[in-house]
């Protein structure tokens, strides 16, 4: 059954075109994922399929009703999880979904939210208040409210965002399991990786259709341009910059201990580049993601060097500029940190991961001088945190903006800037506005911004006196993929330039990126070493996804065993 029937939607808000002649289908009893970057059209999309929105042009038919259409008849019928929880964070677990119950009408619910706590494996947290929940379980009660009432149509808004692969891949077994009542799902993401779980996917940017069908189909348009590079590379940053200057490549990024590189359609290896890179070099062809195809699209070639770390000063090369020594935080009579140990030293890459509400940023926060350790002892810098020349020598960029959201984009440089005692104040403004093509937002306040301009902000913000050490939160969340590259080839480049780099991300390709991971779990660190030696204590062919749940469900289990 034909569930969504969309025919040259149009939607456009003041002069700016959110949807340009949008058409096709979407069937009951299959994902229909909706994917595409930050701004491309997903939100508005979806308003249009919940009725909340009225279009332009065009026709558009949800379980056969004309829309728009706020009637009852209709809204008892669709499921809608928006991207910003539509929770009481003073509420319980289970107060929430009474209170969606109620609100639809269900006046005996206690056997339906039963049935969904175990659906979502919430039942032993029944009694927690919604604002103490982790990002994960917080998206899976989201979703539970969304089916109270069982819906024919589920419409999710970035679901995924901000989540660790333990509850994304919870979220995903969840939403397979309701195939089965013939419910068409439509699931919006700006994760591309999540495209390879859908049935079909509408590939959306700047408002229109780069692709509707099969996500396959798309990726074999990459089958023999992928490949994996590796040996002894003199120095492998340095060799991603080169691979790239080639004009034959459309990307080329690390994963682990190698090499993963796009060739440009018609084009042929550059066989010429493996001498220059290292020793004993091998090429093999790999697989392709779904995230490479959509860069192939579009064809937007990865950037060789970054422009920002050209205009930083080269650091010397010093060992352990981050040393953290049996750091522990306790709130109360809880744990959140303990006996946490680790070295960084200038020119690495340090990659934090765990799950939501692990402690990763309650260690960011002791590593910037934000929280007071309960026990133990940092030194940035070989120096104390209480010390106002370690301090100015420090970069942070927070998990959730550290901008001022009244103050216009210019106006945020400026006061960074001078917060930080910048030399040249205007010249240094003018520059970061050149490299992260500021220009048309200049005198738009940062809470209008769109997210990647937010996130590229943010950065030039925590950048602006040229730090010898950065903390980066989360720094891609949320973001398109080219947006993305763009954020990691300026950490590779400062990296390459002695800034000492300390990163936590959910997402487990950029884990690959570091030199050394720690996987912290319910506070404590359970594995440290390189990205392939963390996937080796899986199997030879794990991916980091692999790694990072099998270390912590191993963890689980020996937990469990000891007690």
């Given at each position: 059954m034909t569930a969504v029937y969309a025919c040259n939607i149009t939607k456009s808000f003041k002069d700016e075109v959110a949807l340009n002649d949008i058409s096709f289908t979407a069937k009951s009893g299959e994902i229909t994922g909706l994917i595409g970057p930050d701004g491309s059209g997903k939100t508005t999309l979806i308003r249009l399929l919940t009725g909340l929105m009225s279009f332009d042009s065009g026709k558009l038919?949800?379980?056969?009703?004309?829309?728009?259409?706020?009637?009852?008849?209709?809204?008892?019928?669709?499921?809608?999880?928006?991207?910003k929880f539509g929770l009481y964070e003073d509420l319980s677990v289970w107060e929430n979904l009474q209170l969606y119950a109620s609100l639809q009408g269900i006046t005996d619910a206690n056997a339906r939210i039963d049935e969904l706590l175990g659906f979502t494996r919430l039942k032993p947290f029944i009694k927690r208040r919604v604002a103490n929940l982790s990002g994960g379980m917080k998206q899976k009660l989201a979703?539970?409210?969304?089916?109270?009432?069982?819906?024919?149509?589920?419409?999710?808004?970035?679901?995924?965002?901000?989540?660790?692969?333990i509850s994304r891949r919870d979220l995903w077994e969840i939403v397979h399991s309701l195939l089965k009542d013939d419910i068409a799902i439509i699931w919006s993401?700006?994760?591309?990786?999540?495209?390879q779980m859908c049935d079909s996917v509408l590939l959306l940017n700047d408002g229109n259709i780069l692709?509707?069908?099969c996500p396959k189909e798309l990726?074999?348009?990459?089958?023999?341009?992928?490949?994996?590079?590796?040996?002894?590379?003199?120095?492998?940053?340095?060799?991603?910059?080169?691979?790239?200057?080639?004009?034959?490549?459309?990307?080329?990024?690390?994963?682990?201990?190698?090499?993963?590189?796009?060739?440009?359609?018609?084009?042929?290896?550059?066989?010429?580049?493996?001498?220059?890179?290292?020793?004993?070099?091998?090429?093999?062809?790999?697989?392709?993601?779904?995230?490479?195809?959509?860069?192939?699209?579009?064809?937007?070639?990865?950037?060789?060097?970054?422009?920002?770390?050209?205009?930083?000063?080269?650091?010397?090369?010093?060992?352990?500029?981050?040393?953290?020594?049996?750091?522990?935080?306790?709130?109360?009579?809880?744990?959140?940190?303990?006996?946490?140990?680790?070295?960084?030293?200038?020119?690495?890459?340090?990659?934090?991961?765990?799950p939501n509400g692990a402690g990763k940023s309650t260690t960011f926060k002791m590593l910037c001088g934000l929280l007071t350790p309960t026990n133990g002892k940092v030194e940035v810098l070989r120096g104390s945190l209480k010390s106002s020349r370690i301090r100015k020598n420090i970069g942070y960029m927070a998990q959730k903006f550290s901008l001022y959201g009244d103050l216009k984009l210019k106006d945020n440089l400026g006061f960074f800037a001078r917060l930080y005692d910048v030399k040249n104040v205007n010249e240094k403004i003018d520059t970061m506005i050149d490299i992260f093509d500021f220009k048309k937002y200049l005198h738009v306040n940062a809470n209008e911004l769109p997210l990647g301009i937010k996130q590229r902000l943010s950065l030039a913000c925590a950048l602006m006196h040229e730090p010898s050490v950065?903390?980066?939160?989360?720094?891609?969340?949320?973001?398109?993929?080219?947006?993305?590259?763009?954020?990691?080839?300026?950490?590779?480049?400062?990296?390459?330039?002695?800034?000492?780099?300390?990163?936590?991300?959910?997402?487990?390709?950029?884990?690959?990126?570091?030199?050394?991971?720690?996987?912290?779990y319910k506070g404590k660190a359970i594995a440290v070493g390189t990205p392939d030696e963390l996937k080796a204590q899986v199997s030879p062919t794990a991916s980091m996804e692999d790694a990072f749940i099998h270390l912590i469900h191993m963890y689980d289990k020996e937990s469990e065993y000891q007690k």
């Open positions: 038919e949800v379980l056969s009703v004309k829309m728009p259409d706020k009637s009852s008849e209709f809204l008892e019928q669709i499921g809608y999880m928006p991207q979703l539970a409210c969304a089916l109270i009432k069982k819906p024919k149509i589920l419409l999710l808004d970035e679901p995924s965002v901000g989540v660790d692969p993401t700006s994760y591309l990786h999540e495209a692709y509707h069908g990726m074999s348009n990459l089958k023999g341009r992928v490949f994996k590079i590796e040996g002894e590379f003199f120095n492998k940053r340095e060799a991603v910059s080169s691979i790239l200057e080639s004009e034959e490549l459309l990307d080329a990024a690390l994963v682990g201990a190698y090499i993963k590189v796009v060739l440009k359609k018609d084009a042929c290896f550059p066989d010429e580049i493996l001498s220059k890179i290292g020793n004993n070099i091998k090429v093999s062809k790999m697989r392709p993601s779904f995230e490479e195809t959509f860069l192939d699209i579009l064809g937007v070639k990865t950037k060789a060097h970054s422009i920002l770390a050209n205009i930083m000063s080269e650091l010397p090369k010093r060992k352990n500029l981050i040393t953290v020594s049996n750091l522990t935080k306790k709130f109360g009579g809880f744990t959140a940190v303990e006996n946490i140990n680790f070295t960084v030293n200038s020119g690495e890459v340090f990659g934090l991961l765990g950065l903390f980066l939160d989360e720094p891609t969340s949320g973001v398109d993929p080219i947006t993305r590259k763009e954020f990691w080839t300026h950490i590779n480049g400062i990296a390459k330039h002695g800034v000492c780099v300390m990163v936590t991300t959910h997402f487990m390709d950029e884990a690959e990126y570091c030199d050394k991971i720690m996987l912290v």
